[in-house]
């Protein structure tokens, strides 16, 4: 087994790999960084830290050497968002406006990675302030799709997760405020959780809506985003957001069977409005529940309407109060599009405000009341596949839908009331584009998506099957 | 008035010298505030406001299900 099998596979088997002397950390960094550079054409990476990864690879080779082992991420390559600050080096949220900001601190995830032994090899390309799910960035280039260059990677967490399908890296940290992680992840044939608000610090991570603001692992398979969350998740005095409750044992829980667990799919919403390759994939992954003995079953949540309409009134009020001076000062430094939307929230009351919030508790009441007949929630993570850059329209079940709208649909239900939600891949469309499935959980329950995903994907290849190179 | 010159003043009230497409976006997203509050003002109490926390999670969403380990 060389590096690059290695770098194929997941973090497990490379941690066996690594103590088992079979591959060194410096072959696996080297081959991380030489894939980074074979893929530059994705605009997927907007910083490499090639130097200090190979030296910190030797650092982290002679710790394993003498025994100092820091458990299954030591000297595993990993990227950063480029809204999460590392010591030392740019963080620019992908704006001119941060250009030169390079903080003194690691975020507090960043802290948790370099604990876990983890080398950070780069930080990747984003929307703009993650303010849009293109990754279009005006700035620092359009980030491409790793399964068609010519098609969106969707955003904003774009660059993470062509970097993590092109397997540049074993996994990304991304932020998801609306769909953020979890359509770049369904886009790319990724996995990537949006943990629970206040189940990981968003402390040293610029943000874009601080009410709903998340930062999640994307990563090959559901086992490896339990691994990364496992080292990030916790309390931290620097966000008081984050919660105290305690953090299980993800990958103990990634153990334990499906059978008798009880899955929901959302009656007249989860297949409503969906491409028909996206419909087809759906249904087989709930048949794949139910081989697996889980009990699949539809639920009534009320009151969905509105929830795109709620999260695009939060998502749009927050940034504005965020952004505004520096709107009114350095207008022309925004991308055009990230630009309008800042100007636009302006628009909104307070009222308006408080009124979104209110509908959030509300919704949050219609999910405990559906958890109390399910375990989970499935929907596809995004209606459609990937669409080429640059297109705003798109077909779906003979209907023209504005993809910047729809794209919300399903990610919107986890965001809103602030819940966990996990992709994992399904299945794929005739032209070959990943379809993605949302696994939705109760708050604080991640290790119960992470193990839905783990045993779906234990049960088909989807996860397994890498982009052309 | 019309809708876009109340937008324009409505942004302008913030110091905002905005641009075309803003004023579009601003009017696509007062509908979506006020299908909002549509569904606030019909089907949500007076009693209910803002939670964004989870430090205060109704029973179900982290209560008894998650002691029964599902």
Known sequence: ?469 | MDETDSIRCRLRAHGIRETEAAVGLAASWLRNAARVRAVVEEVVGPAAGPVTAFTHVPAGLHGEERRERR
């Open chain 1, 1 to 469: 087994m060389n590096a690059a099998d290695v770098l194929d596979g997941g973090v497990l088997d490379a941690a066996r790999a690594l103590r088992e002397r079979r591959v060194s950390v410096a072959d696996l960094v080297a081959e991380s960084l030489g894939r980074i550079n074979a893929i530059s054409g994705l605009n997927a990476y907007v910083d490499v830290f090639g130097d200090q990864a190979l030296s910190l690879a030797q650092a982290h080779q002679t710790m394993l050497d003498c025994g100092y082992d820091l458990g299954p991420l030591h000297g595993i390559p990993v990227s950063l968002k480029d809204n999460v600050d590392m010591a030392g080096v740019v963080t620019t949220a992908g704006s001119a406006i941060l250009k030169d900001n390079v903080p003194v601190a690691d975020a507090s995830v960043v802290s948790a990675l370099k604990r876990a032994g983890a080398i950070v090899v780069g930080k990747n390309n984003m929307h703009e302030f993650a303010w849009g799910g293109t990754t279009a960035n005006p700035h620092y280039g359009t980030a491409g799709n790793a399964w068609d260059a010519s098609r969106s990677p969707a955003g904003s967490s774009g660059g993470s997760a062509s970097a993590v399908a092109a397997r540049t890296v074993f996994a990304s940290i991304g932020t998801d405020t609306g769909g953020s992680v979890r359509n770049p992840a369904a886009l790319n044939g990724v996995s990537g959780i949006r943990p629970t608000i206040g189940r990981v610090s968003n402390g040293g991570v610029f943000p874009l809506a601080w009410t709903l603001d998340t930062v999640g692992p994307i990563a090959k398979s559901s086992q490896d985003c339990a691994v990364v969350l496992q080292a990030v998740a916790g309390h931290d005095p620097r966000d008081l957001q984050t919660s105290a409750e305690p953090v299980p044992d993800y990958l103990a829980e990634l153990e334990r069977p499906l059978a008798g667990i009880r899955i929901g799919w959302i009656h007249d919403y989860s297949v409503k409005d969906v491409q028909p390759a996206v419909r087809t994939a759906f249904e087989a992954a709930t048949a794949t529940f139910e081989s697996l003995g889980a009990i699949v079953t539809a639920v009534a949540i009320p009151d969905l309407d509105a929830i795109v309409d709620a999260l695009v009134v939060l998502d749009a009020a927050e940034p504005s109060a965020l952004h505004g001076r520096w709107l009114r000062e350095r207008g022309d430094e925004y991308g055009p599009d990230v630009r309008a939307q800042l100007e636009a929230g302006f628009v909104l009351s307070a009222v308006d405000y408080v009124q979104a919030q209110r509908y959030r508790t509300h919704i949050r009441a219609r999910f405990a009341e559906a958890f109390r007949a399910v375990d989970a929630i499935l929907t596809p993570t995004l209606p459609f596949t990937a669409p080429r850059i640059g297109q705003d329209v798109i077909d779906i079940g003979g209907r023209d839908r504005d993809v910047h709208t729809a794209n919300m649909q399903f990610t919107a239900l986890a965001s809103v009331p602030g819940l966990p939600a996990l992709n994992v891949p399904m299945g794929f469309d005739a032209g070959g584009l990943p379809t993605g499935l949302q696994i939705i959980t109760p708050a604080f329950e991640e290790g119960r998506a992470l193990r839905l995903g783990h045993r779906f994907q234990m049960a088909t290849t989807f996860h397994l099957k890498a982009p052309p190179r």
